[in-house]
Structures are given as structure tokens and as C-alpha cells.
């Protein structure tokens, strides 16, 4: 499980993280605004951990691909979360010993 954190760091500057209902994020899973600095993930209690997670790494790619310009399409930004989140999430279960 992926911790949820109440903020995370980008570029050296604070993102904050809000829990909030899903109609406050848009009707979705969660946001990032651009004019804020503000990721909000949906804390609504049907609301699957693990999409929690992919949601989670899913804005911070937004974050990135507004501060920095990438040019990601959105496509690619779900396919890049899905894959990290698949990464990360296997993290630590398959360690060198
Ligand atoms: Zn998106």
C-alpha cells in the first residue's frame, strides 16, 4: 500500500494533497490545478484503494507535465501512472538478498 501523503515535493516546492469527495475534484477521481499547486484525491468510501494510488501518482504526473511543459498526452499520462503504479506497488517484494 502507498502511503498518502498531506503533501508531496516538486521542484523543491510543496504540492499539498487533499482528501476531499469526488465532486469536489471535478467528478473525478482527483486534480491538479495548475493556479493552485493543489492535488485532490477523493476520499469517497467506495473509492478503491488502489485507484487511490494510481489516482495519486496520476496527478503527480499532471503536476509535472504542467510545471515543466512536457506535452504529455493524456493517454500517456495513464499509462505512465498505471505502469508506475505497478512498479512501485512490487517494490520491496523482490529484494537482492
Ligand atoms: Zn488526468
Not at 486534480?31 to 485507484?51: C, H, L, M, R
Amino acid at each position: 500500500m502507498i502511503k498518502i501523503p498531506k503533501f508531496i515535493k516538486i521542484g523543491g516546492r510543496q504540492v499539498p494533497v487533499k482528501r476531499l469527495a469526488s465532486s469536489d475534484c471535478g467528478g473525478h477521481g482527483g486534480s491538479f490545478s495548475a493556479w493552485t499547486g493543489v492535488i485532490k484525491i477523493a476520499n469517497d468510501p467506495d473509492y478503491p484503494q488502489d485507484e487511490i494510488e494510481v489516482t495519486l501518482i496520476h496527478e503527480i504526473l499532471e503536476c509535472l507535465n504542467a510545471r515543466y511543459e512536457y506535452n504529455l498526452s493524456h493517454p500517456t499520462i495513464m499509462s505512465l501512472a498505471e505502469n508506475l503504479y505497478q512498479t512501485l506497488k512490487d517494490w520491496g517484494t523482490n529484494e537482492i538478498t
